[in-house]
């Protein structure tokens, strides 16, 4: 049984960790009351950009965009090899429980669809994993931090993978992020951003008798026009809205992993004072009994 110095340093040692858990709860706590407020105050935007979309779609029915997959879906499906990118949001730091975990999970079972594959990251966790792959190519030019997620980073990501979409370097672009179910439970998944299908915007059908009111509207100069100009940021809010929703989950999962870590370490705390206790008293009742022993043995 070790002895009471050592077991007091031990103490010592859980204590310290336990004041750093707690710290980086209190931390995650605040990172998440942020990250919650900042996909508030945007998501009014995005959503009037899905319903003007939604809105030139029922009008003009049979109108085609270039990140549409109407006329081009077919011979996608004809290619030999469809060239995938991937979007993978993961965070900078560990330390989260199983956040980083399942992501690379989910992105593993994407990625072994196919051959031709590329990724760009967002989070550092995500640059650490997929080094040295020789499944993926990995997109250099745009490998982000996760903390902090900010409109300029997703308009950068989304023109870039607009550009090589409309370049025809990309075939379909995913964006592999963590979705928060409740406060305790996440679940990682893919969404498709590219090419984007009308299916996105149907509004739901008004019920029979009931008459769809549609005020009058005119898109200057054209409705291709204002799609051309309304989608990309469309794009942008869905890539945004991605990087909220992991940073989000990702706070969230390190608040818990932290929780669990603080009162693991209170538990150990309670048994090593127990054992601590027990050791001490052994040593008394030792000292005690030394002490009698050697009185007796004088008289």
Do not use: W
């Amino acid at each position: 049984m070790a002895n009471m110095r050592e077991i007091r340093t031990r103490i010592d040692s859980v204590k310290d960790t336990m004041k750093i858990t707690n710290a980086m709860y209190l931390i995650a706590s605040s990172k998440l009351r942020k990250a919650r407020s900042g996909r508030d105050a945007v998501s009014p935007y995005f959503e009037s950009l899905q319903e003007t979309i939604s809105d030139i779609l029922d009008r003009s029915p049979d109108l085609e965009g270039t990140l549409f997959d109407n006329s081009s879906a077919l011979s996608r499906e004809k290619k030999e090899e469809i060239r995938r990118c991937y979007i993978v949001i993961t965070s900078d730091k560990g330390l989260a429980g199983s956040y980083n975990h399942n992501v690379f999970k989910l992105a593993d079972e994407y990625i072994a669809k196919g051959s031709d594959n590329t990724v760009c990251m967002i989070g550092y966790m995500a640059r650490n994993y997929f080094a040295g792959n020789p499944n993926v190519k990995i997109d250099e030019e745009f490998i982000y931090p996760a903390a902090e997620p900010t409109g300029y980073r997703a308009r950068g990501m989304a023109e870039h993978v607009i550009e090589k979409f409309n370049k025809n370097e990309f075939d379909e672009v995913y964006v592999l992020y963590t979705e928060m179910i409740n406060s305790m439970t996440f679940e990682a998944r893919a969404m498709k951003i590219l090419p984007l299908s009308q299916n996105m915007f149907n509004r739901p059908r008004p019920a029979e008798g009931e008459k769809q009111k549609k005020a009058s509207v005119i898109f200057s100069p054209s409705p291709v026009e204002v799609l051309s100009h309304i989608v990309p940021n469309y794009v942008k809010g869905l890539i945004y809205g991605a990087m909220v929703e992991s940073y989000a989950c990702e706070q969230s999962s390190r608040m818990s992993a932290m929780d669990n870590a603080t009162t693991n370490a209170r538990e150990m705390i309670t048994e090593l004072s127990l054992i601590y206790n027990r050791v001490r008293q052994a040593a008394i009742t030792q000292e005690i009994t030394e002490i009698v022993s050697g009185a007796q043995s004088q008289e």
